[in-house]
């Protein structure tokens, strides 16, 4: 299993509305990270002084983790249900080739991804998060979530109880039409 820089996930952005989320979250040997629109959640060694703390990419304590988002809670309501698709990562391949040639052509080059014409995505979160389910050996899911009004994710889940999370972008293909599209199915 290749590890992954959990703090990739972490939201960047200067302006956040959410400082919290600029770190990950130890607990339990798992480290938690999200920008809210990516999660991860991986068995990793930490220091034990930041047991149950949210910790920034350099190392500082920003908050107890009582007040980080209830990860296990999200992944539980968006994620594992009897209408779980399944999906190969060989699917993705063409899609993740082409996006990877043209985005190198063009720095402001950006791609929707459609799931089985469910769920969109943008590509960019699509590659970063395909890669990073394919380092830690997830399986990978479509989900419906029929209780959350038919809300779409995509998952990934090993048996080490690490689980990645993509939320669906609410997006329509056709109010769009110059945007480069990729359909999946």
């Known amino acids: 299993m290749k590890k992954i820089n959990i703090y990739n996930f972490c939201d960047k952005s200067k302006s956040s509305i959410r400082p919290i989320l600029k770190g990950a979250y130890c607990n339990n040997g798992f480290i938690t990270a999200t920008d ?14 930041n047991e149950d703390k949210v ?22 309501k968006y994620s594992i249900n009897g209408d779980d698709i399944l999906l190969s990562y060989d699917m993705f391949d063409e899609a993740l080739i082409d996006y990877d040639n043209r985005a190198k052509k063009d720095k402001d080059f950006w791609a929707i991804c459609f799931i089985n014409k469910k769920a969109y995505y943008l590509m960019s979160h699509v590659k970063k998060f395909i890669n990073a389910c394919k380092a830690r050996n997830m399986s990978l899911y479509l989900s419906t979530n029929k ?31 110059h945007i480069t599209t990729y359909d999946i199915d």
């Open 36 to 49: 809210g629109y990516i999660a991860f959640k991986v068995r990793e060694k930490y220091p034990s002084e």
């Open 55 to 76: 910790v920034s990419k350099n190392g500082e304590i920003i908050a107890d983790g009582s007040k980080y988002i209830d990860m296990d809670d999200i992944f539980a």
């Open 147 to 177: 209780m959350y009004n038919n809300y779409i994710c995509l998952y990934g889940k090993n048996d080490d109880g690490e689980m990645g999370l993509l939320v669906q972008m609410i997006v329509n293909k056709e109010l769009y039409p």
